[in-house]
């Protein structure tokens, strides 16, 4: 059995293909994967059988035993960085120093603690007229049944055929009140199961693929995972949500809804984020270290509460050291390791490669030999945020300036604002978006993690 050794990954057309990580070779079919197992000389040499890639989680000994397989890629033209097997536990301690704390996860919207339902007390959103709940509702509820464009404020509701803004053409004595979707979702979350006997990863780098269901919301459609030392796929397989999806985003990752159908049909896909969580628990406990990037929406995805954890965006951040200025994973892999990823693909995500670029940025910004140019990159996006931000307030400024005396001349604010030189000026999504606050509070959905 070589499971750490081997997995299916999707291929361009994300056909599922056998792949072994050791040999860095694809397959057409699992037959031949296990035709290769059985016959490769590298896999019958008797210094080649199979030894657990870690220790026990519940040892007390920070050594990390050497895997008898090498699972790193043997091509040379491989971008991906191979630590030495004298290297792991200096590696494993350079980590756990970066491991960030339970106030800096939960700062970066991570689910740190198990559900409360004293924290949703009088908390419910009324399904209506979308009113919070307070301890006393004093108002009846007063809403329009109808939705209204609201792209197009000059469309009207279709209930009550009214354009103007109203709190709604139809009472009713009592709110229907609901718990948000995001206390919902909150309650299905669990923490990583405890250290056991049994030998798990004692780092992994994982990473999901995402589809959009009704209200807004996320499903894990593919999940990733490889160990950190030897770069070996442990979990690559498609998960098929068992809500309905309503934005499949192939553009984003090249998924098809085809491909997760068949996928299923054949049993190859996991059974939803609760088959996908319970897959990735069988290689990990509460003291594995877990690496990616924005971390958060992962393990949202998998309703996971886990202890440790090393973010590449949350390292960027704090050494950068400006609250809200967060770096995307394809600018840090190209930026601080050097490696340009999503290339030749229209900016689609391959997972798999997703999953070691944010290795290779953690290897980055936690390795010794990299601090000080680590530390010049950070000093160097200090000093342009400074400049972008003296930007942003002139241009806000600007703005406001216009709003001001278009309303003096007897105006109305509105999106378009005429300035004095002719040009006009728009009010910009990523404006939106900033006022909205994203994420999401209900859903949790970023818009910029995609």
């Known amino acids: 059995m070589a499971s750490e050794a081997t997995s299916t990954r999707p291929s361009s057309s994300i056909k599922m293909s056998a792949y072994c990580a050791p040999c860095n070779r694809s397959f057409k079919e699992q037959s031949d994967l296990d035709k290769h197992l059985r016959n490769s000389s590298s896999h019958r040499s008797p210094t080649t059988r199979r030894r657990p890639l870690t220790v026990s989680s519940s040892s007390n000994n920070p050594q990390v035993t050497i895997p008898a397989i090498q699972t790193t890629t043997q091509d040379v033209k491989s971008p991906w960085s191979r630590i030495a097997e004298s290297g792991y536990t200096t590696a494993l301690g350079e980590l756990s120093a970066h491991c960030h704390s339970q106030k800096e996860l939960e700062e970066h919207g991570y689910i740190v603690r198990p559900y409360d339902p004293a924290d949703y ?146 049993g190859q896909a996991l059974s939803g984020w609760e088959g996908a969580r ?44 400006g609250r809200r200025v967060r770096f995307g994973l394809e600018k840090l892999s190209s930026e601080l390791p050097k490696i340009q990823i999503r290339k030749g693909k229209d900016g689609i995500h391959d997972c798999l490669e997703d999953v070691l670029a944010a290795r290779e940025v953690v290897l980055f910004c936690t390795g010794a030999r990299t601090k000080v140019e680590f530390r010049a990159w950070a000093e160097a996006k200090k000093r342009e945020q400074i400049r972008l931000n003296t930007e942003r307030k002139k241009a806000k400024q600007k703005k406001a300036n216009n709003r001001h005396r278009r309303m003096a001349n007897g105006g109305c604010s509105s999106y378009a604002i005429d300035s004095d030189d002719g040009d006009e000026e728009y009010l910009r999504w990523s404006d939106i978006a900033e006022d909205l606050g994203w994420p999401h509070p209900d859903t949790g959905y970023d818009p910029w993690s995609d």
């Open 121 to 266: 007390v009088n908390a419910k959103i009324c399904k209506r007229c979308h009113c919070k709940q307070t301890r006393v509702v004093s108002r009846e509820c007063t809403f329009h049944p109808s939705k209204r464009n609201k792209w197009n404020k000059k469309k009207p509701y279709k209930c009550c055929n009214t354009t103007t803004v109203s709190r709604g053409c139809r009472t009713l004595p009592t709110h229907d009140f609901d718990l948000p979707q995001r206390a919902l979702t909150y309650q299905d979350f669990r923490q990583t199961p405890s250290a056991s006997t049994q030998p798990k990863f004692r780092v992994v780098a994982i990473d999901c693929e995402m589809a959009g269901i009704g209200g807004g919301a996320s499903e894990v459609i593919l999940l990733c995972a490889a160990d950190f030392f030897t770069g070996a796929v442990i979990v690559n397989r498609l998960v098929c949500p068992r809500e309905r999806i309503t934005d499949m985003r192939t553009s984003i990752h090249g998924i098809t809804k085809s491909s997760l159908d068949k996928a299923t049909a054949q």
């Open 278 to 321: 319970s897959e990735l628990w069988k290689y990990i406990d509460d003291r594995t270290i877990i690496v990616g990037h924005a971390l958060e929406h992962d393990l949202g995805a998998l309703r996971m509460i886990h202890p440790r954890a090393v973010d590449s965006s949350i390292l960027s951040e704090i050494t950068v050291g």
